[in-house]
């Protein structure tokens, strides 16, 4: 079953812009994480954030958790045209394999 | 330190044939998990295994499909009389045996049923 929901589906922003994507899930976590694929290749992972944490930060990229809203965001800053890709959170609940949702595809206008 | 290698990338089958999906994990990682993609769609789990043991099956069909992961060489998915539905990208992604990490993922096998 899907876990996690990304919102919104599509994001098309401009060079330079900032980009939030959501995500909300159904069942306690043990931990967050959020993915990019670009168009045609496999997944690479970008960040984890466990249940015990509410933000997180690497680069660009900031993460939040808000377990009592069952829900995170991922914000990429002064987003570049090579940030275009589709991003998916996934979540574990313990010794579980990822259950991903069905993504964010973000396109940045140069 | 090579990561995740699927092979082949690309694979066509006729209908009713037999596909044969190959994953190698990254250096260390003894923890494998396939997973399936429809166009535009997420991921969906299909089986999680780790060297000579199926750990959990619960997203495999229960019929025509059937995977593992020997204890010398790579994890095989393997699809039997293929139809038009099994047509998909089918990623591998691997894991270390301890800790909490982020998979790492390979570049998938596109399965085009003919």
């Known amino acids: 079953s899907q876990q996690g929901e990304e919102d919104p589906q599509a994001l098309s922003i401009q060079e330079g812009e900032n980009a939030t994507m959501n995500c909300s899930y159904k069942t306690s976590i043990n931990n967050l994480q959020w993915y990019r694929q670009n168009s045609g290749r496999g997944l690479v992972h970008l960040i984890l954030i466990r249940s015990n944490e509410r933000e997180k930060h690497s680069g660009r990229l900031r993460v939040t958790l808000d377990t009592s809203k069952k829900s995170s965001s991922l914000l990429i800053t002064a987003s570049r045209a090579a940030d275009t890709a589709s991003y998916f959170c996934a979540t574990d609940s313990g010794n579980t394999p990822l259950v991903f949702g069905k993504g964010t595809r973000l396109s940045v206008i140069a | 330190n090579a990561g995740v290698m699927q092979n082949p990338r690309h694979l066509v089958r006729r209908r009713g044939q037999e596909a044969r999906l190959r994953c190698s994990p990254m250096k260390g990682h003894s923890h494998v998990y396939w997973y399936r993609q429809l166009p535009e769609e997420g991921l969906k789990f299909m089986v999680y295994?780790?060297?000579?043991?199926?750990?959990?099956e619960s997203g495999m069909p229960k019929e025509r499909f059937s995977a593992e992961f020997p204890k010398e060489g790579p994890s095989i998915l393997r699809i039997q009389q293929v139809v038009r539905g099994d047509s998909a990208a089918y990623f591998c992604?691997?894991?270390?045996?301890?800790?909490?990490?982020?998979?790492?993922f390979g570049s998938g096998t596109r399965l085009t049923v003919v």
């Open positions: 295994l780790q060297k000579e043991n199926i750990i959990d």
């Open positions: 992604a691997s894991s270390p045996p301890w800790g909490v990490y982020g998979y790492t």
